[in-house]
């Protein structure tokens, strides 16, 4: 059998192909059919500047399914049932898998990055990577799991109280994500630094208050910081982008004693002025790293883990990350999606690929 797939066949090259054999699923994975698969900010580097791990390589790490096939030793009471899909498969060898912290591994593969991913009408997984959907999810929606696991996974790395006040800087789709999050949790001064009016317009409609979203090309943060925490700056400060800049604001824009969460892929080397090291002393802040998302598979404490979090989350219909999808494209069209967010030539939050 035969299915279409985009492959990256070397750095800036993708191309859609309509006869790459359907892979047969090996003990202990599934043939997953692909119904749903978004595009990561990450996608657009991998594909036109640094290249996967492995090419041709099908990218693709956020997406969802049915079980079309099972491989040997796999519950066969899998087979049908639509999955979200964890696309990190650990090695279960080194320190950190041996803590369960899986999303810490350090010889990982990769779903979309080191082996085939969801670009793809069939991708094999191995069953551990499965989460199963209860009805009322959609696969849309569950092909969202892995941004909401990651903004979970860093909403949890602060210790904060639902009257702290919190500022998110940028607003794509993880610090959008995160907002979501913070407003589901009943936060109540949570705060948004973004870039783009249109930003704004999704914020608002999933419920952040009137006043709460700045646009930085607007002149002065700090100043609109300060105001509305009455000169004291705020407890939490989430780093969304990866800047310089966005760090060195993170370390003014808290007050003494308070948390920053470092989130944002590096966009190149970072500095610290002596002036911003000091403000780390002297106001004692605290700075906490957060990377990738936890997941237990099966494991009974699952529900502590972000991937179940969200999936709860989801099926109490508490949250609708749908809102954020501003393309929907078919396969085929895929790259149209990926110059999209290269280029910036339209707005976007989330792409989604539908089958
Ligand atoms: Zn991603
Ligand atoms: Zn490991």
Redesign the pocket.
């Known amino acids: 059998m035969e299915m279409k797939a985009w492959k990256l066949d070397e750095t800036g090259k993708i191309n859609f192909y309509d006869d790459v054999p359907v892979p047969e699923p090996e003990a202990g994975e599934v043939l997953i059919k692909v119904n749903a698969a978004g595009i990561c900010g990450s996608d657009v580097p991998r594909v036109y500047r640094d290249g996967a791990h492995n090419m041709p390589l099908v990218i693709g790490h956020e997406f969802s399914g049915q079980v079309e096939k099972i491989g040997a030793n796999v519950d066969k009471g899998k087979l049908g049932k639509r999955m979200g899909i964890f696309p990190l498969i ?9 803590e369960k912290k ?1 999303e ?5 593969s990769y779903l979309g990055s080191r082996r085939d991913g969801g670009f793809s009408e069939y991708v094999t997984v191995p069953e551990w990577n499965l989460i199963e959907l209860p009805e009322g999810v959609t696969c849309e929606q569950a092909a969202m799991l892995e941004p909401m696991a990651v903004s979970v996974h860093a909403m949890r790395q602060l210790p904060i109280e639902k009257t702290d006040s919190v500022l998110v800087c940028g607003a794509g789709t993880i610090g959008q994500l995160l907002v979501m999050f913070l407003l589901e949790r009943g936060m109540e001064n949570v705060y948004v630094a973004g870039n783009k009016d249109f930003q704004k317009k999704i914020l608002l409609d999933m419920g952040l208050p009137e006043g709460h979203f700045y646009n930085i090309k607007d002149g002065d943060l700090h100043k609109w910081v300060m105001d509305k925490t009455l000169g004291s700056g705020v407890d939490a400060y989430f780093e969304c982008v990866g800047r310089n800049e966005t760090i060195a604001d993170s370390v003014e824009l808290v007050k003494a004693g308070g948390q920053v969460c470092l989130m944002g892929n590096p966009a190149g080397d970072m500095s610290f002025s002596k002036v911003n090291y000091w403000k780390i002393l002297r106001k004692q802040l605290t700075l906490k790293g957060t990377w990738n998302s936890s997941y237990l598979g099966d494991d009974e404490d699952a529900v502590s883990d972000d991937w179940h979090y969200v999936m709860r989350k989801l099926s109490e219909g508490k949250i609708h990350p749908e809102k954020l999808i501003t393309h929907r494209l078919r396969l085929n069209e895929l790259e149209k999606g990926l110059l999209i967010m290269r280029d910036k030539t339209e707005d976007y939050v989330k792409i989604m690929v539908k089958f």
């Not at 650990?90 to 041996?98: E, L, T």
């Open positions: 650990p090695c279960r060898k080194c320190p950190s898998c041996r899986y810490m591994c350090s010889n990982y």
